[in-house]
């Protein structure tokens, strides 16, 4: 697919001072006789190349090369940049987009290009593989110093991609530099419309009062979620969008007609006729993306097969203008996509597509959306990950990472993922070692080795990676208090080794800001336990806040904002949430209840995705805050039934406890709440009942507050009934079958 010379390969024909016998010496000592030569009509891109080449090679070498035409040009030594005539001797066929060749004789270099921007492909990498360059991240390049510039005579290197859309989407994406430097793409460069569109092609606010029709039917009722595909106004509607859009936009590649992303698929006679039909609610979409296209043939389309229209139709095919960018979110990321059992579905609908297109993207997934922060050991899948998706028919991928907020060795996953993206079969090894090296210096070793633990430690504790995870709940496995010192003593050695020089030791800081946000997470789970942010007061009935943990938090805080991490999950919260939270917690009053530490028995199960303590949730002392996944008993679709033995009879004269209003994630208050109290366990008496009215249109995270005088009872069991909602409130669209759930946090027996 691709020719390239690896990277010691490059440093044999670069050495510094002294050029061997017989490279071609573009300067010698401070001095040269060549020129930058391009073509009399040059276009952009090769104007661009030469001034990039020109650029740098004054920066490594202090010597300004002249940049001419080829009508100028006198038979002098010469750098020949583009479509110049004297390139046209290397009969290399017809360049592909975006490929190129760097050549050389025995006198002169040459750099060409295909389409787009081959030819400033080429300049970089005859930067990076032959003048030992490198841009690592979206910092300065890495430059070396030299009067002696040289390369070797009769080169060819001839490049092509492996992939016809390449994007990583991490922070160092956002820089121009790197995109060019590393042959990568922006939806925003290539896209006229992308993503989740339908919403943007027919919108609601514009169209649903008036046009309720146009909509999906969920439940017999029209509802603003996604579009009903056999609408043929929908149609018409979307074919001015696009007629409109092109006109003012021709230089776009593609365009998407999407699904937006969430539930609620329209169920109306003719969609649900299509998808019969074509066994798979992708039946409908693919035919309405066809019919759009159709009128568009000049046009190039993309359609998201993403959960719902994952699995390809039976019978229709999309058309030869239409893109599949299929969504491998449900895969766990411990292991490769070929191999683990998680991918199974993801494989067969791989090859369902393969089957009746050849034209597929990918959309995956290299980060924990949930945390950020969290250290996400998936490195080494990223190589046979490519290499397996390639291997059946994928022409490009957009790999999703944090975005423009920093997270878990973004830096790394970037450069790894752009490297490989254009060309799968480098060695990874080298290419890590390489940037470990490069970007950290001497304490590369120990981050090498730390990640590496990681690795070996989320394999050996057969661990699910998932990229809706928590790294709360890893502390009985690769993120356990043994692993973390491992991590820690790893990543102490980093920091000696990285002292004296400031820019090497802030890189380490960062790579070890997950380590230090799943210590600070797990802080706030462990509570009063070993590994807790509480500590005994003075007094047994008391537990007071570690005196470091502020100062823990502060630091963690200005250290992150230095890194460059702006949120620490998809959609929040900010740094500035993240430390009010904090100060929320640290500013509590340790209740004193009778109920701290005491034995739970659950009528109902709780969720097994969501354990938190499991019973000891309602016990532990601790309160929940916005985050469900912590420290909040998690019940789906059943009332909490919890009864708490107080160990003997006595006098209680209050019940407290908090419940998590959630409706993003389905979380409601419930219905009611019942308090009875027990002597023996057996017999129950009631003593206070509280009606909660069903919450009106509302998306905001609540914690809802609700006490109980029972007026000094004497008592030794408490049980708490909290009755789930029987169906999700109406305004909380969701697809048929979905159940909501209830939270409840500590329960305080006074």
């Known amino acids: 697919m691709m020719h390239t010379l690896l990277l010691f390969m490059t440093l044999l024909t670069y050495n510094g001072c002294k050029s061997p016998q017989g490279d071609i010496e573009i300067i010698a000592n401070g001095v040269t006789t060549y020129v930058i030569v391009l073509p009399e009509a040059a276009s952009r891109n090769e104007k661009r190349a030469a001034t990039i080449l020109q650029d740098y090679l004054k920066r490594i070498s202090g010597v300004s090369l002249n940049i001419i035409t080829e009508t100028a040009y006198t038979m002098q030594p010469a ?107 922006r939806f925003e460069d290539l896209w006229g419309l992308w993503g989740h569109s339908f919403f943007k092609l027919v919108p609601p606010k514009t169209y649903f009062a008036s046009h309720p029709e146009y909509y999906s039917l969920v439940n017999g009722k029209r509802e603003a979620t996604q579009l009903c595909l056999s609408n043929e106004d929908v149609f018409n509607i979307t074919v001015d969008y ?3 859009a092109i006109a003012d936009n021709p230089d776009a590649l593609y365009w998407s007609i999407a699904a937006e992303d969430g539930s609620s698929f329209c169920t109306c006679d003719k969609c649900s006729k299509a998808n019969a039909e074509e066994g798979s609610p992708s039946g409908s979409l693919i035919r309405f993306v066809n019919r759009v296209a159709a009128q568009f043939p000049s046009q190039q ?32 990321r411990q292991g490769p996509i070929s191999s683990t059992p998680s991918a199974a579905a993801f494989r067969k609908n791989l090859k369902g597509w393969g089957a009746i297109t050849d034209n597929i ?50 830096p790394f996953n970037s450069y790894i993922q752009a490297k490989l993206l254009w060309n799968p079969a480098l060695k990874y090894e080298d290419l890590t070692i390489d940037f470990l090296n490069g970007y950290y210096g001497k304490a590369g070793t120990f981050i090498g080795q730390y990640m590496q633990a990681l690795t070996t430690n989320l394999h050996n504790t057969k661990t699910q990676l998932d990229i809706y995870g928590n790294p709360v709940n890893n502390f009985i496995n690769y993120l356990s208090a043994e692993a973390i010192d491992q ?7 980093a920091e000696k080794a990285a ?17 230090e946000y799943t210590v600070l997470q797990q802080s706030r789970f462990f509570g009063t336990e070993k590994y807790g942010y509480l500590l005994p007061g003075n007094s047994s009935a008391e537990y007071i806040v570690n005196p470091r943990w502020p100062e823990r938090v502060k630091k963690f805080i200005a250290q992150c904002k230095e ?47 969501y354990p938190a303590k499991k019973e000891r949730t309602l016990t532990d ?41 959630d409706p993003r994630h389905y979380i409601f208050n419930p219905s009611d709440i019942i308090i009875e109290t027990s002597k023996d366990g057996i017999t129950f008496t009631p003593a206070g009942k509280q009606v909660i009215p069903v919450s009106e249109e509302d998306y905001a995270v609540k914690i809802n507050n609700f006490h109980f005088q029972l007026l000094s009872v004497s008592t030794r069991f408490i049980r708490v009934t909290g009755r789930c909602l029987q169906n999700i409130p109406a305004w909380r669209v969701a697809n048929p079958g979905k159940k909501p759930s209830v939270c409840c946090d500590e329960v305080f027996v006074l």
Not at 488 to 493: A, N, R, V
Not at 582 to 588: H, I, K, N, P
């Open 242 to 244: 696009f007629r409109k």
């Open 301 to 332: 389309f993309t359609t998201l097969a993403y959960l719902h229209t994952s699995k390809p139709p039976q019978q229709t095919k999309p058309t030869s203008n239409v893109y599949i960018m299929l969504s491998s979110i449900d895969v766990y």
């Open 361 to 410: 993207f990918l959309w995956d997934y290299t980060t924990q959306f949930t945390n950020y922060l969290a250290p996400f050991p998936d490195y080494n899948n990223l190589q046979p990950n490519l290499q397996y998706l390639i291997g059946n028919k994928v022409k490009g991928v957009f790999s999703q990472g944090s975005a423009e907020t920093y997270s878990d060795m973004a």
């Open 79 to 185: 750098i020949f940049i583009g479509n110049t005539g004297h390139s046209e001797k290397f009969n290399t066929g017809k360049l592909k987009n975006e490929s190129f060749f760097i050549a050389s004789d025995y006198k002169y270099l040459y750099i060409k290009g295909g389409g787009g921007k081959g030819v400033i492909y080429g300049v970089y990498t005859l930067l990076e593989d032959y003048f030992g360059c490198r841009k690592y991240a979206d910092i300065p390049t890495s430059l070396p110093v030299d009067k002696n510039i040289h390369i070797a005579k009769q080169l060819m290197d001839k490049q092509e991609p492996a992939l016809v859309y390449r994007e990583t989407y991490y922070p160092n994406a956002f820089d121009n530099e790197y995109l060019e430097w590393h042959k990568l793409h």
């Open 487 to 493: 991590y820690s003593t790893l990543l102490d050695k």
């Open 621 to 661: 002392g601790l309160q929940g805050d916005n985050d469900f996944s912590i420290n909040w008993l998690f019940i789906y679709g059943k009332d909490l039934v919890a009864t708490i033995d107080i160990g003997k009879v006595q006098t209680v004269k209050e019940v407290r406890m908090n419940f998590l209003q």
């Open 563 to 609: 890194a460059g991490v702006k949120e620490l999950a998809e959609g929040g919260p900010s740094l500035d949430a993240y430390q009010q939270g904090w100060e929320t917690t640290f500013a509590r009053k340790w209740i004193n209840s009778l109920s701290f530490r005491a034995p739970v028995v659950l009528a109902n199960p709780y969720s097994e995705e």
């Open 499 to 515: 002292e004296g020089n400031s820019r090497f030791l802030s890189r380490v800081y960062a790579a070890r800001l997950p380590l």
